[in-house]
């Protein structure tokens, strides 16, 4: 029976200081050598994974944007995404009518960007850019009609709850709707993608190319819910969010204990 691992990075895989420890390093890279199957689904972007994820080696395609794209760790090339329709038009119509500025994901003319007009960003967005200084996807803009170049494929938006909460309640049916904040900055997000988008129908596609039989997976946030009702087994780090706990197959420890790589070591070995 062929077994596919999967975890989450930001508060899972990736401890408090946003890196990876050289034992979960070291015995990933193990592991993988010996013959596991494993990947990581993430909200973060391909280039933001791939820097946080130094040093690891294993060949495997990526989920990134929470599930709207597949790279291969390789090579970067994107095995899967999904962009919305004509219709994220009226959505950011909606938002710019209401004066929220979002920062919008697309490809353009074959390269992946993400939009922003500077004046108009909350603390939390310029907080955000700022973390992403010399990124080549920066697309500054100066006019809302930029907003709309390109292939759309995810939205974002940096503001207070209050502000946010009609919007993710009026668009959480019709796309694929992300509230919570962030657990670095404790900022309150919007995240937007198309119907159908998540870290579970990314797993899915990735039986596919591994052809695996079991699926255990590792989180600690609402965002993987959906992957933890897909898998056969799922582990909830020690600081996990409780409503991901009350799922979990097993609390395990936090990842500042290298929860995920302590449970690999024993697991996989004993297979």
């Given amino acids: 029976m062929t077994t596919l691992y999967v975890s989450d990075l930001d508060g899972t895989l990736l401890n408090s200081n946003q890196t990876l420890s050289p034992f979960t390093i070291q015995t990933i890279n193990q592991l ?12 973060r972007s391909y280039q933001t994974a791939k820097k946080v994820t130094q040093g690891l080696q294993a060949p495997f395609p990526l989920i990134v944007y929470n599930g709207a794209c597949m790279r291969d760790n390789v090579s970067g090339e994107i095995l899967l995404s999904h962009c919305f329709q004509e219709d ?3 959505l950011l119509d909606h938002f710019l009518n ?11 003319d074959g390269e992946e960007k993400f939009s922003f007009i500077p004046e108009k960003c909350t603390p939390g967005m310029l907080e955000f850019i700022e ?7 920066i697309r500054i803009i100066h006019h809302p009609k930029d907003f709309y170049v390109g292939q759309i494929f995810y939205v974002t938006l940096i503001d207070e709850t209050d502000k946010l909460k009609p919007f993710y309640e009026y668009y959480q049916k019709q796309y694929h709707c992300l509230f919570q904040k962030d657990i670095y ?3 309150q997000w919007l995240e937007i993608m ?29 965002n993987d819910i959906e992957m933890f009702q897909l898998a056969n087994e799922a582990y909830a780090v020690d600081n996990a969010h409780e409503k991901l706990k ?18 690999l070591k024993k697991a996989y070995q004993k297979l």
């Fill in 194 to 222: 198309p119907q159908g988008t998540s870290k579970a129908h990314a797993i899915e596609q990735l039986k596919h190319i591994y052809h695996y039989d079991r699926l255990v997976v590792f989180g600690d946030g609402e």
């Fill in 32 to 43: 993988v050598s010996d013959g596991m199957l494993f990947s990581y689904a993430t909200a």
């Fill in 246 to 263: 009350a799922i979990a197959t097993q609390i395990i420890p936090s990842n500042d204990q290298d929860g995920v790589a302590q449970f």
């Fill in 88 to 90: 994220i038009h009226l």
């Fill in 131 to 137: 973390s992403r200084k010399g990124d080549p996807r």
């Fill in 185 to 187: 900055t404790n900022q």
């Fill in 98 to 108: 209401n004066h929220l500025y979002p920062i919008v994901y697309a490809f353009i």
